[in-house]
């Protein structure tokens, strides 16, 4: 089963750390059964977040500088604290908890319909970032880009958590 672990990252954006809700939140990936394999604080410069968002995301161009700008604005408001989450479809599931970018629309019981609510047309009209809490990997090869451009190597960890034990077969324990 080892060989369905994926990898994602996951960034608390600046609104996340700055209303002090980081572990309240993490703990949800925890209790989900994703362990953390690389963890730092930090505040990326301008050409960090060119690369992430215009090179691996593709969310944000150099062509739009205004949206690029604000979006630069907003995260630079203060540390962003960078995690890499392991486990069973990581990606999808991770996506699936933190819910759709626009806080105002997503449901009840995910990360932002939980603690955020801004609508893209207000975040537009008051020339603002979206405050969403989160940044999670939008897929497999994104998550591998991402994690390379945000940890080295020798930031990630390998180690076994209890709640593997009881989700992974084990030769030792095979039963006649």
Do not use: C
């Not at 089963?1 to 572990?23: A, C, H």
């Not at 963890?39 to 977040?49: I, N, S, V």
């Not at 537009?124 to 080295?152: M, R, T």
């Amino acid at each position: 089963m080892k060989n369905q672990q994926e990898r994602t990252l996951v960034i608390f954006k600046p609104d996340s750390v700055q209303r002090g809700i980081v572990g309240e939140i993490l703990s949800r990936f925890e209790k989900a059964g994703f362990k953390i394999v690389g963890a730092k604080m930090l505040t990326p410069d301008k050409e960090h977040y060119y690369h992430h968002y215009e090179t691996i995301g593709k969310m944000i161009s150099r062509h739009n500088q205004k949206i690029f700008d604000i979006t630069v604005e907003m995260m630079s408001e203060g540390p962003v604290i960078a995690f890499v989450l392991e486990g069973i479809e990581a990606v999808a599931f991770v996506r699936k908890m933190v819910g759709p970018t626009e806080s105002k629309s997503a449901l009840p019981g995910t990360i932002r319909g939980d603690y955020s609510h801004m609508s893209f047309a207000h975040a537009d009209k008051e020339e603002v970032g979206l405050p969403n809490l989160l940044h999670a990997s939008g897929d497999q090869e994104e998550a591998k880009l991402e994690i390379a451009h945000w940890f080295s190597e020798n930031e990630l960890f390998d180690y076994e958590t209890t709640h593997e034990k009881f989700t992974q077969k084990r030769n030792s324990h095979k039963h006649s």
